[in-house]
Protein backbone atom coordinates (compact mmCIF):
# COMPACT_ATOMS: atom_id res chain seq x y z
CA UNK A 1 0.00 0.00 0.00
CA UNK A 2 1.16 3.28 -0.70
CA UNK A 3 1.73 5.71 1.93
CA UNK A 4 0.16 9.15 2.04
CA UNK A 5 2.52 11.99 2.55
CA UNK A 6 0.56 15.55 2.32
CA UNK A 7 -0.26 17.25 5.43
CA UNK A 8 -3.93 16.07 5.89
CA UNK A 9 -2.53 11.81 5.49
CA UNK A 10 0.08 13.38 8.49
CA UNK A 11 -2.65 14.82 10.70
CA UNK A 12 -5.15 12.26 10.29
CA UNK A 13 -2.16 9.57 11.65
CA UNK A 14 -1.40 11.65 14.61
CA UNK A 15 -4.83 11.77 15.51
CA UNK A 16 -5.23 8.36 15.14
CA UNK A 17 -2.40 7.48 17.29
CA UNK A 18 -3.08 9.97 19.67
CA UNK A 19 -7.08 9.27 20.02
CA UNK A 20 -7.79 5.94 18.57
CA UNK A 21 -9.33 7.08 15.20
CA UNK A 22 -9.48 10.21 13.03
CA UNK A 23 -12.13 12.34 11.50
CA UNK A 24 -11.85 10.45 8.07
CA UNK A 25 -12.51 7.50 9.95
CA UNK A 26 -15.31 8.66 11.79
CA UNK A 27 -16.92 10.27 8.45
CA UNK A 28 -16.43 7.17 6.78
CA UNK A 29 -18.13 5.33 10.02
CA UNK A 30 -21.20 8.06 9.86
CA UNK A 31 -20.70 8.45 13.71
CA UNK A 32 -22.26 11.61 14.18
CA UNK A 33 -20.27 14.77 16.50
CA UNK A 34 -22.39 14.16 19.38
CA UNK A 35 -21.66 10.01 19.36
CA UNK A 36 -17.82 10.61 18.87
CA UNK A 37 -16.66 10.92 22.44
CA UNK A 38 -19.09 8.78 24.13
CA UNK A 39 -17.61 5.73 26.60
CA UNK A 40 -19.15 3.02 24.59
CA UNK A 41 -18.15 4.01 20.97
CA UNK A 42 -14.73 2.40 21.29
CA UNK A 43 -11.99 3.22 18.60
CA UNK A 44 -9.44 0.80 19.70
CA UNK A 45 -5.75 1.66 20.85
CA UNK A 46 -5.20 5.31 21.81
CA UNK A 47 -3.37 7.10 24.20
CA UNK A 48 -6.07 8.72 26.47
CA UNK A 49 -6.64 11.33 24.07
CA UNK A 50 -9.97 12.30 22.61
CA UNK A 51 -10.83 13.95 19.27
CA UNK A 52 -11.77 17.20 19.81
CA UNK A 53 -14.06 18.90 17.33
CA UNK A 54 -13.21 22.37 15.88
CA UNK A 55 -17.08 23.86 15.97
CA UNK A 56 -16.72 23.27 19.83
CA UNK A 57 -13.32 25.86 19.94
CA UNK A 58 -14.65 28.96 20.50
CA UNK A 59 -11.79 31.73 19.54
CA UNK A 60 -12.79 34.52 21.40
CA UNK A 61 -11.32 32.70 24.41
CA UNK A 62 -9.15 30.11 23.16
CA UNK A 63 -10.96 27.07 24.48
CA UNK A 64 -12.58 24.16 23.52
CA UNK A 65 -15.60 24.52 25.22
CA UNK A 66 -17.32 22.03 25.30
CA UNK A 67 -14.42 20.00 27.42
CA UNK A 68 -14.20 22.84 29.73
CA UNK A 69 -17.22 22.73 30.97
CA UNK A 70 -17.47 18.92 30.60
CA UNK A 71 -14.08 18.63 33.17
CA UNK A 72 -15.72 21.07 35.46
CA UNK A 73 -18.88 19.98 35.65
CA UNK A 74 -17.14 16.40 35.86
CA UNK A 75 -14.82 17.39 38.80
CA UNK A 76 -16.16 20.56 40.56
CA UNK A 77 -19.89 20.57 40.48
CA UNK A 78 -20.12 21.64 43.87
CA UNK A 79 -17.75 24.70 42.72
CA UNK A 80 -19.80 25.61 39.93
CA UNK A 81 -23.12 25.36 41.81
CA UNK A 82 -22.02 28.17 44.13
CA UNK A 83 -21.54 30.45 40.80
CA UNK A 84 -24.52 29.18 39.43
CA UNK A 85 -26.49 30.97 42.69
CA UNK A 86 -24.57 34.29 42.31
CA UNK A 87 -26.39 34.85 38.92
CA UNK A 88 -27.65 33.66 35.55
CA UNK A 89 -24.12 35.09 33.54
CA UNK A 90 -22.07 32.83 35.39
CA UNK A 91 -20.60 30.78 33.03
CA UNK A 92 -19.42 34.23 31.20
CA UNK A 93 -18.06 35.50 34.41
CA UNK A 94 -15.87 32.45 34.24
CA UNK A 95 -15.04 32.36 30.81
CA UNK A 96 -13.89 36.15 31.09
CA UNK A 97 -11.61 35.64 34.32
CA UNK A 98 -9.70 33.08 32.16
CA UNK A 99 -9.63 35.11 29.43
CA UNK A 100 -7.92 38.08 31.94
CA UNK A 101 -5.59 35.63 33.67
CA UNK A 102 -4.19 33.64 30.95
CA UNK A 103 -3.79 37.25 29.20
CA UNK A 104 -1.97 38.38 32.05
CA UNK A 105 0.00 35.47 33.31
CA UNK A 106 -0.39 33.22 30.59
CA UNK A 107 -1.09 29.06 30.92
CA UNK A 108 1.17 27.61 32.91
CA UNK A 109 0.38 29.35 36.15
CA UNK A 110 -3.60 29.69 34.62
CA UNK A 111 -3.32 25.89 34.47
CA UNK A 112 -1.09 25.36 37.77
CA UNK A 113 -2.88 27.74 40.09
CA UNK A 114 -6.77 27.73 38.33
CA UNK A 115 -9.64 30.23 38.47
CA UNK A 116 -10.94 32.34 41.81
CA UNK A 117 -14.22 33.57 40.56
CA UNK A 118 -16.50 35.14 43.44
CA UNK A 119 -16.79 32.52 45.99
CA UNK A 120 -15.11 29.64 44.28
CA UNK A 121 -12.16 28.29 43.09
CA UNK A 122 -11.71 26.44 40.01
CA UNK A 123 -8.92 23.50 39.44
CA UNK A 124 -8.50 23.81 36.10
CA UNK A 125 -6.14 20.82 35.77
CA UNK A 126 -4.86 18.29 38.44
CA UNK A 127 -0.92 17.52 38.28
CA UNK A 128 0.60 14.36 37.97
CA UNK A 129 0.55 12.35 40.89
CA UNK A 130 3.77 10.65 42.25
CA UNK A 131 4.35 6.93 43.37
CA UNK A 132 3.77 7.90 47.18
CA UNK A 133 0.50 9.84 46.17
CA UNK A 134 -2.97 8.78 48.01
CA UNK A 135 -5.74 7.56 45.95
CA UNK A 136 -7.37 10.90 45.25
CA UNK A 137 -4.57 12.43 44.14
CA UNK A 138 -4.33 9.70 41.57
CA UNK A 139 -8.27 9.57 40.44
CA UNK A 140 -8.10 13.12 40.49
CA UNK A 141 -5.09 13.33 37.60
CA UNK A 142 -7.16 10.61 35.92
CA UNK A 143 -10.14 13.56 35.58
CA UNK A 144 -8.25 15.33 33.14
CA UNK A 145 -9.42 15.51 29.80
CA UNK A 146 -6.02 15.19 27.21
CA UNK A 147 -7.62 15.77 23.77
CA UNK A 148 -6.71 16.66 20.20
CA UNK A 149 -8.35 18.98 17.49
CA UNK A 150 -8.04 19.56 13.45
CA UNK A 151 -7.69 22.57 11.76
CA UNK A 152 -8.88 24.55 14.74
CA UNK A 153 -10.17 28.50 13.52
CA UNK A 154 -8.69 30.69 16.32
CA UNK A 155 -8.88 34.30 14.66
CA UNK A 156 -11.63 36.34 15.47
CA UNK A 157 -10.58 39.11 12.29
CA UNK A 158 -9.69 36.59 10.14
CA UNK A 159 -11.93 33.34 10.08
CA UNK A 160 -10.28 31.81 7.61
CA UNK A 161 -6.80 31.61 9.36
CA UNK A 162 -6.09 27.46 10.49
CA UNK A 163 -3.70 26.02 12.95
CA UNK A 164 -3.21 22.50 11.49
CA UNK A 165 -3.52 20.95 15.05
CA UNK A 166 -3.99 21.50 18.29
CA UNK A 167 -3.44 19.54 21.98
CA UNK A 168 -5.14 20.51 25.22
CA UNK A 169 -5.69 19.70 28.58
CA UNK A 170 -9.32 20.18 29.60
CA UNK A 171 -10.06 22.30 26.98
CA UNK A 172 -7.38 24.55 27.32
CA UNK A 173 -4.94 24.53 24.39
CA UNK A 174 -1.21 23.75 25.24
CA UNK A 175 0.28 22.83 21.95
CA UNK A 176 -0.19 23.78 18.56
CA UNK A 177 1.38 22.03 15.24
CA UNK A 178 1.81 23.65 12.32
CA UNK A 179 3.23 20.75 9.72
CA UNK A 180 4.56 21.43 6.63
CA UNK A 181 5.18 19.13 3.37
CA UNK A 182 9.02 19.26 2.45
CA UNK A 183 7.58 17.50 -1.13
CA UNK A 184 5.74 21.02 -2.18
CA UNK A 185 8.50 22.93 -1.28
CA UNK A 186 6.99 24.24 1.84
CA UNK A 187 9.59 24.06 5.01
CA UNK A 188 8.70 24.49 8.70
CA UNK A 189 11.71 27.38 9.17
CA UNK A 190 9.95 29.72 6.19
CA UNK A 191 6.19 28.82 5.74
CA UNK A 192 5.85 27.58 9.54
CA UNK A 193 7.20 30.65 10.90
CA UNK A 194 5.72 32.94 9.04
CA UNK A 195 1.99 31.32 9.68
CA UNK A 196 2.97 31.94 13.16
Known sequence: MVSQTNEQALEAAIEKHLTGTCLEEIQAAGITADEVNEPDVLFGEHHGYQLGLAADFNAQYALDEKLFWTFLENTQSDELEKLQRNGADWQRKVLERFDRMMKKYGVVHVLKKGLSVDNAHLHLMYPAPLASSSEKVKKNFSENIFSSM???????SNTLEEIDMV???NGIPIVTLELKNPWTGQ??????QKQY
Open 150 to 156: RQVRYSL
Open 167 to 169: LFI
Open 187 to 192: TARYHG
